[in-house]
């Protein structure tokens, strides 16, 4: 079993800057893509970025040159740097796990992130 904890999220000003970060448990986290996904009201769930356990990197075209994803196999941890902060960036951002070469993934409880105009 797996869990994740998200943490760093808040109320920022518009251009300002944030940084997730997502902890998990257990023995898999070098082997498994981490992913960012945020949802705002009224919407879907979407992708923000994602990083595979080789360190490949992919981002949501509306986050490209804003947003950068990374990783710390030691800590287990990954990161969600934010920068050029948008109003519609607000949304809860969740942290997902996915093994490679499985269908087993986790996703964290989410953390609020607020971008006022």
């Known amino acids: 079993q797996v869990q994740l904890v998200e943490s760093g999220g808040g109320l920022v000003q518009a251009g300002g800057s944030l940084r997730l970060s997502c902890a998990a448990s257990g023995s898999i986290f070098s082997i498994s893509t981490m992913g960012w996904y945020r949802q705002a009201p009224g919407k879907q769930r979407e992708l923000v970025a994602a990083i595979t356990s080789g360190g490949s990197t992919n981002y949501a075209d509306s986050t490209k040159g804003r947003f950068t994803i990374s990783r710390d196999n030691a800590k287990n941890t990954v990161y969600l740097q934010m920068h050029s902060l948008k109003p519609e960036d607000t949304a809860v951002y969740y942290c997902?796990?996915?093994?490679?070469?499985?269908?087993?993934?986790?996703w964290g409880r989410g953390t609020q992130v607020t971008v006022s105009s």
């Open positions: 997902h796990l996915m093994r490679d070469w499985s269908s087993t993934d986790y």
